[in-house]
């Protein structure tokens, strides 16, 4: 008995030491090849010159991930080259050219305001109203309107507010502008992505793009013949701010905008570096469209800014801006359009668009 | 006086992270920050080395260019400080930074940046000297008390140097010739072998001895 | 053109020549100049403006260039 317990350990014993130099040769660190390449390197620069440190600093200055005890983002990171490169694009082509885009663009807008002025109806209004938006689409559509605008300005200010701002309104406002800008920014920047996406269902029936629609754009949409040509409920150039704008350029500045406003998901500087330059350049053309569309809507054309203030417009209107919708309504293909206003309380914009 | 540097040297740098526990405890910075950090290459393999890093105090500073709020300024020191008070914490100075300095403390959900911390070179802020308010938000103003970086004057290993950036210069210089050498002298080829007709061992330890 | 001309202007640029060399030996201010932001904050007391050095910045600094030197091991136990 105790000779077979005794055989039994021996031979455990003997398995065990067996094993022993593969345990060992398991225990050795499996080194990661790019590391075990620069640190030959190393050595290697040390037996033929030695007082040339070049492949440390080498190594140092790439941006590779080393190893640190300190917790925290990329703290591992010794330098970051790539800083260098955001602030240089950023504080000067990208700041230059938005800042001078959006200037240059008012100014076009206020000669072509000086030399136009409003464009009025040809005809005479007849006094009949031709329900052109329902409650629902004017609610969501101002809600994206003043989330826009507040996003425009705020970010604006964090993006020039330095160099425009503060050398007029000084520190103590600045400060403060500023502090509520970023917050406004932050907070009211996934407000404007819900009410985008709710807008986007909204109208995306009326903006499907039909062959009408070129000719519109060919037209230019009568900006110089001050003629529009005929067009469905929304006519070419409210199609290209649909698609081009809410889709495109809300999609790009919504995704990029999430990857700045949530920092708490470890995203790497060089994330939000290039989402920060996608932002601005996105940005930039969002509200370049969005100043075309705040023009025409308000002082650009008599009519239109009352058809999302009340959700009517004159049948006058209805033919010479959108022709086809109003040809459309008159055959009775839009149920509910030809209701009469019924004054401020809005009976009828219970019924269903 | 020329202007105020850090100066590490990753031969004498011994990872022992004495300089974060130094800043931390003579600043008192908030949880989830490290002003100072050791970063170690080659970890574990011939050729390794520890820098500890900090704030660099840029004469051109990056954090400065892209501040929305132009917080950040120079002192006549040459040291890049900022007024937390204006700080927006928009993460920007993070962005440029190639030092990875600026830190942001959490303040509230998902992630929202507090006002952003640094080091200060232990000099305090804009407000005023040895006040509350510049201890809580700013940490100790040495400087002020005729005194270096916290970090810099417990380091064991006189590794990392802070101060007149001419005369931690002279410091490094001194040493590097009195060991002889330069880089290589921490490494493998000094402590295990030197190869035939390349350098010579480090000079006997002439303080050690004769003290 | 007749020789005493001729050399006259080589003379000339010569003088030239060695008047734009030597300017290159000029001194120039060596300091290095801070990229200074449009800072507009609340100002920052220098370091040397409490006691014991109440502002005298000569005395601030010669009492920090003593301490610097206390990170000198070569000079602080002897080498």
Same mark, same amino acid.
């Given at each position: 008995?105790?000779q077979?317990?005794?055989?039994?350990?021996?031979? %455990?014993?003997?398995?065990?030491?067996?094993l022993?130099?593969?345990?060992?040769?398991?225990?050795?660190?499996?080194l990661?090849?790019?590391?075990?390449?620069?640190?030959?390197?190393?050595?290697?620069?040390?037996?033929?010159q030695p007082?040339n440190?070049?492949?440390?600093?080498d190594?140092v200055?790439?941006?590779?991930p080393l190893?640190?005890t300190v917790?925290?983002?990329?703290?591992?990171?010794?330098?970051?080259p790539?800083?260098?490169?955001w602030?240089a694009?950023?504080?000067?082509w990208?700041?230059?050219? #938005?800042?001078? #885009?959006?200037?240059?663009l008012?100014?076009i807008?206020?000669?072509?305001?000086?030399?136009? *002025?409003?464009r009025?109806?040809?005809g005479?209004?007849?006094?009949?109203k031709?329900?052109?938006f329902s409650?629902?689409?004017?609610?969501i559509?101002?809600?994206?309107a003043?989330?826009f605008?507040?996003?425009?300005?705020?970010?604006?200010?964090?993006?020039?507010g330095?160099?425009?701002?503060l050398p007029?309104?000084?520190?103590?406002?600045?400060?403060w502008?500023?502090i509520?800008s970023k917050?406004l $920014?932050n907070?009211?920047g /996934?407000?404007?992505?819900?009410?985008?996406?709710l807008?986007?269902?909204?109208? %995306?029936?009326?903006?499907?793009w039909?062959?009408?629609?070129f000719?519109w754009?060919?037209?230019? *949409?009568?900006?110089?013949?001050?003629k529009?040509?005929?067009s469905?409920?929304f006519n070419g150039?409210e199609k290209?701010?649909?698609?081009?704008g809410v889709?495109?350029?809300?999609?790009?500045v919504?995704?990029s905008?999430l990857?700045?406003?949530f920092?708490?998901?470890n995203?790497?500087?060089?994330t939000m570096?290039?989402a920060?330059?996608?932002h601005?350049t996105?940005?930039?053309?969002f509200?370049l469209?969005?100043?075309g569309?705040i023009?025409?809507?308000?002082?650009?054309?008599a009519g239109a800014?009352?058809a999302m203030?009340?959700g009517?417009v004159?049948?006058?209107?209805?033919k010479?801006? $959108?022709?086809?919708?109003?040809?459309d309504?008159?055959?009775g293909?839009?149920p509910?359009a030809l209701?009469?206003?019924?004054?401020p309380?809005?009976?009828?914009e219970?019924?269903?668009? | 006086?020329a202007?105020?540097?850090?100066?590490?040297?990753?031969?004498?740098?011994?990872?022992?992270?004495g300089?974060?526990?130094?800043?931390k405890?003579?600043n008192?910075?908030?949880?989830g920050?490290?002003r100072?950090?050791?970063v170690?290459?080659n970890?574990?393999?011939?050729?390794?080395?520890?820098?500890?890093?900090a704030c660099m $105090?840029?004469?051109?500073?990056?954090?400065?260019?892209?501040c929305?709020?132009?917080?950040f300024?120079h002192?006549?020191? *040459?040291l890049v400080?900022?007024d937390?008070?204006?700080?927006?914490?928009?993460g920007?100075?993070?962005?440029?930074?190639?030092f990875?300095?600026?830190q942001?403390?959490q303040e509230?959900?998902?992630?929202?940046?507090g006002?952003?911390?640094?080091c200060?070179?232990?000099a305090?802020? /804009?407000?005023?000297?040895?006040?509350?308010a510049?201890?809580?938000?700013y940490?100790?103003?040495r400087?002020?008390?005729g005194?270096?970086?916290?970090?810099?004057?417990?380091c064991?290993?006189?590794?990392?140097?802070?101060g007149?950036g001419?005369?931690?210069a002279?410091?490094y210089r001194d040493?590097v010739?009195?060991?002889?050498?330069?880089?290589?002298?921490?490494?493998?080829?000094? #402590?295990y072998?030197? /190869?035939?007709g390349?350098?010579t061992p480090?000079?006997?330890?002439?303080? *050690?001895?004769?003290? | 053109?007749?020789?005493?001309?001729?050399s006259?202007?080589?003379i000339?640029?010569a003088?030239?020549?060695m008047?734009?060399?030597?300017?290159?030996?000029?001194?120039?201010?060596?300091?290095?100049?801070? $990229?200074?932001?449009?800072?507009?904050?609340?100002p920052?007391?220098?370091?040397?403006?409490?006691?014991?050095?109440n502002?005298n910045?000569?005395q601030?600094?010669?009492?920090m260039?003593?301490r610097?030197?206390n990170q000198?091991e070569y000079k602080?136990?002897?080498?």
């Amino acid at each position: 008995m105790h000779q077979r317990i005794l055989g039994v350990l021996v031979a %455990v014993f003997a398995a065990l030491l067996l094993l022993a130099p593969g345990v060992a040769a398991a225990q050795t660190p499996a080194l990661d090849p790019a590391i075990a390449a620069a640190a030959k390197a190393q050595q290697k620069q040390q037996v033929e010159q030695p007082l040339n440190n070049k492949p440390v600093w080498d190594e140092v200055r790439s941006g590779v991930p080393l190893v640190t005890t300190v917790s925290g983002r990329e703290t591992n990171v010794l330098i970051q080259p790539e800083g260098q490169t955001w602030r240089a694009l950023r504080n000067s082509w990208f700041s230059v050219v #938005a800042g001078w #885009a959006l200037v240059v663009l008012v100014l076009i807008i206020a000669a072509y305001y000086l030399i136009n *002025g409003t464009r009025q109806l040809a005809g005479k209004p007849t006094g009949r109203k031709v329900r052109r938006f329902s409650a629902w689409q004017r609610s969501i559509h101002w809600a994206t309107a003043i989330t826009f605008v507040i996003l425009a300005i705020t970010g604006l200010i964090i993006l020039f507010g330095k160099n425009i701002l503060l050398p007029l309104i000084g520190y103590t406002l600045f400060s403060w502008l500023s502090i509520l800008s970023k917050n406004l $920014h932050n907070f009211v920047g /996934p407000l404007f992505i819900l009410c985008t996406v709710l807008l986007f269902f909204t109208f %995306v029936r009326d903006n499907i793009w039909r062959k009408h629609d070129f000719a519109w754009i060919g037209s230019f *949409g009568g900006l110089f013949s001050g003629k529009d040509a005929p067009s469905g409920k929304f006519n070419g150039g409210e199609k290209l701010w649909f698609w081009g704008g809410v889709l495109i350029c809300g999609v790009i500045v919504a995704a990029s905008g999430l990857i700045l406003d949530f920092p708490n998901f470890n995203q790497t500087r060089s994330t939000m570096q290039v989402a920060n330059l996608v932002h601005i350049t996105i940005a930039t053309l969002f509200m370049l469209a969005g100043l075309g569309h705040i023009y025409m809507g308000t002082i650009g054309m008599a009519g239109a800014a009352d058809a999302m203030r009340t959700g009517y417009v004159d049948e006058t209107w209805a033919k010479e801006h $959108h022709e086809y919708w109003y040809n459309d309504i008159k055959a009775g293909k839009i149920p509910g359009a030809l209701d009469a206003p019924a004054g401020p309380a809005g009976k009828l914009e219970q019924k269903p668009a | 006086m020329a202007r105020m540097k850090f100066l590490c040297d990753a031969e004498r740098c011994i990872e022992c992270n004495g300089c974060v526990t130094a800043c931390k405890q003579e600043n008192e910075v908030p949880w989830g920050v490290n002003r100072r950090r050791v970063v170690t290459m080659n970890e574990g393999v011939p050729g390794q080395r520890a820098i500890s890093v900090a704030c660099m $105090h840029c004469s051109d500073a990056p954090c400065m260019a892209v501040c929305p709020v132009d917080c950040f300024y120079h002192t006549d020191e *040459g040291l890049v400080l900022h007024d937390k008070d204006m700080c927006i914490g928009c993460g920007y100075c993070f962005y440029a930074c190639p030092f990875g300095a600026p830190q942001f403390p959490q303040e509230g959900a998902f992630g929202v940046r507090g006002k952003m911390d640094k080091c200060t070179f232990c000099a305090g802020g /804009p407000e005023p000297d040895f006040s509350e308010a510049e201890f809580k938000q700013y940490g100790r103003n040495r400087l002020a008390e005729g005194k270096l970086p916290a970090c810099a004057e417990m380091c064991s290993t006189k590794a990392l140097l802070g101060g007149d950036g001419d005369m931690i210069a002279d410091i490094y210089r001194d040493r590097v010739l009195r060991r002889g050498k330069g880089a290589e002298v921490w490494g493998w080829a000094t #402590a295990y072998k030197v /190869p035939p007709g390349k350098g010579t061992p480090p000079p006997a330890a002439a303080g *050690g001895s004769k003290s | 053109m007749n020789i005493r001309s001729v050399s006259s202007v080589a003379i000339l640029a010569a003088a030239g020549a060695m008047a734009l060399v030597l300017s290159g030996c000029g001194e120039r201010p060596q300091a290095v100049s801070y $990229h200074q932001g449009s800072y507009s904050g609340k100002p920052d007391t220098p370091p040397y403006s409490d006691p014991p050095w109440n502002g005298n910045k000569q005395q601030w600094e010669d009492d920090m260039r003593q301490r610097v030197q206390n990170q000198n091991e070569y000079k602080r136990i002897g080498g």
